[in-house]
């Protein structure tokens, strides 16, 4: 466990780059028997809990929630919470303390609130990784250079978190599987309707669940999909106008040029013709 002084916390907070994002505490407890904090008086960081194995359970004004391996824990700051390890199957934990001028866009983004404090990472891996990288250079000292590399490795773990929106709610599974169709049917003809379907959804309820999810409308999010691959094959082929829009799902070349000129501000040829790189 390591925790930095609180005045070299508020020294941070004023320094540029870790005025950002400070890692004010973390840790890694295997294997946690009797583990447990209670803190009725709320604090200014939030709190970030990994259970790699065994389980446990945290607590806030929402209520009781059961943690298990796999699960990450976000309590924001300015709320009490308790959390602690299952007596018959103690969790190991890696974890970390986060303040700064950037944690609360995180937390708005990400939809981090003690109403929904569990998350299931789609690689939690990844996390664990990140939250070591953070105990690597805590542990090597207090110097601006160290604490600016941990903040950085936070940075990435909590924009990970933000980005990786799963609740473990089975809600978003259908719509995971219907943003990831339209990433793998670029040219593909489908309506809200025929996703929806696919889904085993209503229209509205899909579209209300898909927007959520991905923070864009389906059809909004299909273009952007379309034009980022009109914008690779402009770039790095020769083909036609024509047949660059076949290939990202507009038949009508005509209708390809006004949609790209509309989300870029220019025609394809206009852009084709830019200097980038």
Same mark, same amino acid.
């Given at each position: 466990?390591?925790?930095?002084?609180?005045?070299?916390?508020?020294?941070?907070?004023?320094?540029?780059?870790?005025?950002?994002?400070?890692?004010?505490?973390?840790?890694?407890?295997?294997?946690?028997?009797?583990?447990?904090?209670?803190?009725?008086?709320?604090?200014?960081?939030?709190?970030?809990?990994?259970?790699?194995?065994?389980?446990?359970?945290?607590?806030?004004?929402?209520?009781?929630?059961?943690?298990?391996?796999?699960?990450?824990?976000?309590?924001?700051?300015?709320?009490?919470?308790?959390?602690?390890?299952?007596?018959?199957?103690?969790? @190991?934990?890696?974890?970390? #303390? +986060?303040?700064?001028?950037d =944690?609360?866009?995180?937390?708005?983004?990400? &939809?981090?609130?003690?109403?929904?404090?569990?998350?299931t990472p789609s690689d939690v891996y990844r996390v664990v990784a990140l939250i070591a990288e953070v105990l690597q250079w805590m542990e090597r000292d207090t110097t601006t250079a160290s604490l600016l590399a941990?903040?950085?490795?936070?940075?990435?773990?909590?924009?990970?978190?933000?980005?990786?929106?799963?609740t473990g709610d089975g809600r978003y599974a259908a719509i995971d599987r219907a943003?990831?169709?339209?990433? @793998?049917?670029?040219?593909? #003809? +489908?309506?809200?309707?025929? =996703?929806?379907?696919?889904?085993?959804?209503? &229209?509205?309820?899909?579209a209300a669940l898909f927007k959520s999810r991905i923070g864009y409308p389906a059809l909004q999010y299909q273009t952007q999909l379309r034009m980022a691959r009109a914008r690779e094959l402009l770039d790095t082929t020769d083909q036609s106008i024509a047949a660059v829009a076949a290939a990202t799902g507009y038949p009508d070349s005509f209708y390809f040029a006004r949609q790209f000129k509309k989300v870029h501000g220019v025609t394809p040829f206009g852009y084709r013709g830019q200097r980038k790189g």
């Open positions: 466990m390591l925790v930095l002084p609180r005045p070299r916390v508020r020294e941070a907070l004023q320094q540029p780059g870790t005025s950002h994002l400070v890692v004010t505490d973390c840790g890694y407890f295997p294997e946690a028997h009797s583990h447990g904090r209670v803190r009725t008086t709320p604090i200014s960081q939030a709190v970030i809990i990994v259970c790699a194995k065994g389980g446990g359970w945290c607590e806030t004004p929402a209520g009781r929630f059961p943690v298990t391996a796999g699960q990450v824990i976000i309590l924001p700051p300015g709320h009490p919470h308790s959390y602690g390890s299952n007596e018959d199957t103690p969790w @190991t934990l890696w974890w970390l #303390h +986060v303040t700064g001028r =944690l609360p866009e995180f937390l708005t983004a990400a &939809g981090m609130t003690p109403d929904a404090p569990i998350r941990a903040a950085g490795a936070a940075w990435h773990l909590m924009a990970l978190l933000a980005s990786d929106r799963s943003a990831e169709y339209l990433r @793998t049917h670029i040219d593909d #003809h +489908v309506s809200v309707a025929e =996703l929806a379907a696919m889904s085993r959804l209503s &229209g509205s309820h899909f």
